[in-house]
C-alpha cells in the first residue's frame, strides 16, 4: 500500500491541472453524497523536463458530500460550493517529494543526482471557477506551501469544454498554464551553485513566471450505476524560464491515466 500511495502522490502532483479540469469523472451531483474508490494506472514524465516516462499504479479515494465537504485523493480535504454559475472552493492538500534517485514510485530520477531532495508539503489550495451555459468553463487555482515553504507557490488556469454529456458518457477537453512564483522556479528549475558543484550541471537562475503548459481530453464512461471506467489522456509541457533550465531535458511528455472506479 505504501507504494500506491506514493503513486497516487506522484500522480497529482504531476497531473494537478489535468485532473483538476477533468475532475476523475467522479463529482458528485447537488444534493448528493457520493463515495468512489477505484484502481488504475497512469503514465508520466520522471520529473517535470525529464526525458523517460514510468507506469505508476493510482489510488482513487474521493467522498464527496452533499453539503460541499468533500475528502479525495485527487483533490484533498476541503469544501466546495457554488453560486449559480460560479464554484468556490478551498482544500489542505498535500504535494510530494521530488528525489534525486529514481525510486520507481515517486517523482525523482538518477538524472537528478546531486541536485538535491525537493521536500513534500502541505498545501492551502484555493480555487475559484466559472461555467457559462455552454459547457465551458473557466479557473483560477493558487497552491500555496504550508510547510517546507521553499518549494514556493505556484497558481494555474485553466479552461475546460464539455463535448458530450450523457448518462453513460461525459467527454471534455481542457488546457491549462501554470504560473510559478521565484521560489516555485528555482526549486524545480534553478541549479544553485551547490547543486552545480554536485551536480555537474551549470548555474541556472530563474524568475518569476510560467512554467508549465498541459492539454488533453478526459472521458468517463459509466458501465452501469455503480462502475465506471475513466480514460485521460494529454501532454505536459516545460515553458519559460524553466523551458532553459539545464535540467530539463525534453520540453514537452505524453500523460495518460485510466482508472476504474466503484461509487456508492
Sequence with gaps: MLRFRHAAIFLLSTLA?????????IAAKPGESTMTVGLGAAILPEYSGSDKVRAVPIVVADYQHASGFFASTVSGIGYKTKVGPVSLSGALGFAGRRSDRDHRFSQGSDALAGMGDIKSSALGVFGVGYEFDSGFGVGLRAMMALTNRERGNSYELGVQRALIKSEADQVG???????????????????????????????????????????????????????????????VGVVGDAADSPIVKRKTAPVLAVTVNYAF
Design 17 to 25: 491541472p489535468a485532473l483538476h479540469a477533468a475532475d476523475m469523472g
Design 173 to 235: 477537453v481542457y488546457m491549462s498554464a501554470t504560473y510559478s512564483d521565484k521560489k516555485n522556479m528555482q526549486a524545480f528549475y534553478g541549479v544553485t551553485a551547490a547543486q552545480s558543484l554536485t551536480s555537474g550541471y551549470k548555474r541556472y537562475d530563474t524568475k518569476a513566471g510560467f512554467s508549465r503548459v498541459s492539454a488533453g481530453a478526459n472521458w468517463n464512461h459509466k458501465l452501469n450505476k455503480e462502475w465506471s471506467v475513466n480514460t485521460m489522456a494529454g501532454v
